[in-house]
């Protein structure tokens, strides 16, 4: 659990991003931070779901700062309107957790045509990352904290790996399992690649594992009956609640020390092929040897801003400054 100390610092002035803010940890995060005066927005696809959810905090925290932004991470066009609206209101940013994300989906398409767990959990949320970069540049010291999760190991028998060749599973049999676990990896290399990019700028990156929590994210692996008969099992199994499932997410977003840990994994306890490491860590030597390779790191990273037409853009603008001024 967090250290009281760190649950008690004042966030006045602090304004914060939480994607999937209206359910399960994202949900906690976002209450919490409000309860110690953060500015929260709570960016959600379910705009009258997100208000209600802030109605439920401010029920709690009546004086809280919140607002509801419409994010959805599976179409760029989202994310774009999304940011061009939150920098149109507001001209600086903290702390930004990119936490929503889907698992174990039947095989789907985003708006944009990437496969659905590679496209929510990295790309929608590498697109919202990189057009909101400047803000938190220029509001340093500030922080990322990207929700990943112990399954970029191995979940459930399939080793998170990246397959910058087949990234949306075209050219071999979809498997979704294998696909959260390479979005979860994405999700890692992504929090390292950007924490060596930011070195020197006061912004901080980092990646959580939250633990086995009782949420909304099982939906897709078991029906929502099953879940609740086979609660007290899960329990007893190790899932724990939301409160403490967000504790990892809120240590990575508060802590002084994360400062000194860039890039680094924050995991609450997990399942890791080396079991040694179940017990978990603040900060985590990630088992995966995947999670090391600054190598793969750095060609996701160039692969995702092709994907999601930033280096287009970088490239056209480049031409236009070559191009010779006409009076
Ligand atoms: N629970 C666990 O045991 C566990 C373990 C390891 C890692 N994690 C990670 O923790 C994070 C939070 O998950 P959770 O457990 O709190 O699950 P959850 O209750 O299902 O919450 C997921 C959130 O993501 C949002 N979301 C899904 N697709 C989206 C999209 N296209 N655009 C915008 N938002 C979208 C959901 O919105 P809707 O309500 O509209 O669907 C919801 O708010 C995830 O990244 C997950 O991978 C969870």
């Not at 209101?89 to 985003?110: C, E, R, W, Y």
């Not at 009782?214 to 609740?228: S, Y």
Request: aromatic content about 6%; charged content about 20%.
């Amino acid at each position: 659990m967090c250290p009281p100390a760190v649950l008690s610092q004042n966030l006045h002035g602090r304004r914060v991003i939480v994607t999937g803010a209206n359910s399960g940890i994202g949900f906690v995060t976002a209450q919490q931070l409000a309860k110690q005066g953060a500015s929260v927005t709570l960016a959600c696809r379910n705009e009258a779901e997100g208000s209600a959810r802030a109605d439920e905090i401010r029920a709690e925290v009546p004086n809280a700062d919140l607002e509801v932004r419409k994010l959805d991470l599976g179409d760029l066009s989202s994310v774009r309107a999304f940011v061009d609206g939150y920098l149109g209101a507001h001209d600086s940013l903290h702390l930004l957790i990119n936490n929503a994300g889907v698992m174990n989906t039947p095989q789907g398409k985003t708006a944009d045509g990437f496969e659905t767990q590679i496209g929510v959990n990295h790309l929608g949320h590498f697109l919202l990352t990189e057009l909101l970069l400047d803000t938190l540049k220029k509001s340093a010291p500030a922080r990322v904290v990207v929700v990943s999760s112990c399954y970029h190991d191995m979940a459930m028998g399939r080793e998170g790996v990246i397959d910058l060749d087949d990234l949306h599973f075209e050219n071999r049999e979809y498997e979704g399992w294998a696909s959260y676990a390479q979005s979860k990896l994405a999700n890692v290399l992504h929090a390292k690649q950007l924490a060596k990019r930011l070195e020197g700028t006061g912004v901080t990156a980092v990646s959580v594992h939250p633990g086995w929590v009782r949420t909304e994210l099982m939906r897709h692996t078991m029906p929502a009956w099953m879940q609740r008969v086979t609660r007290p099992f899960m329990r007893m199994m190790g899932m724990v609640e939301p409160w403490e499932g967000t504790q990892t997410t809120l240590y990575a977003a508060l802590a002084p020390d994360v400062e000194d840990h860039p890039g680094a994994y924050y995991s609450q306890t997990g399942t890791y092929r080396d079991k040694s490491k179940n017990t978990g860590g603040w900060p985590l030597e990630s088992p995966s040897p995947h999670a090391h390779d600054d190598d793969m790191a750095q060609r996701l990273y160039e692969h995702s801003r092709q994907l999601v037409g930033l280096a287009a853009a970088s490239a056209r603008e480049a031409s236009q400054a070559a191009r010779p001024h006409q009076a």
